[in-house]
């Protein structure tokens, strides 16, 4: 079954399922503005959200080239490959964030600047967000 195809072939089960996702996700697209008020601006605050961001990016690199010498190191060839498809896949998304950054050319707020709505218009592509997405190991 196909992804964008698979709402047609929704049980009862599948659809409680989807309803309450499409109900959590509804929430929080209305709360967003509300939401970003709430997150800490002060420059120590973000400084260690910058640091935890970082050491989760280095952390999911770290596993994924692990995944590959393992992968090497035992012989298999299903580690080795999921290593290096994480750090392709890193790499990709990188490649493409900083190439919509220099078109788009936004910059993220700094603490300063009056908070805004991803909805109003204003928004910034986060490069560590990208990094991490790509790096979880397939299960």
Known sequence: MQFWSSARHLDRTSTATFAGFLGFTSLL?????????????????????????NYAVYSL???????YLLGKIKKDDRMSETGLLSGEAALNST?????????H???????????????????????????????????
């Open 29 to 53: 697209i209305g709360s967003d503005s509300w939401i970003s008020q709430q997150v800490p601006d002060k420059p120590d605050q973000l400084k260690r959200s910058q640091n935890i961001s």
């Open 95 to 103: 490649a493409i964030t900083y190439l919509f950054k220099v078109d």
């Open 61 to 67: 690199v770290g596993a994924g080239g692990g995944a």
């Open 105 to 139: 050319a936004t910059t993220a707020p700094s603490a300063g600047q009056r908070r805004r709505s991803v909805l109003s218009g204003r928004f910034f592509l986060f490069i560590g967000s990208t990094r991490l997405w790509p790096g979880r190991l397939p299960a």
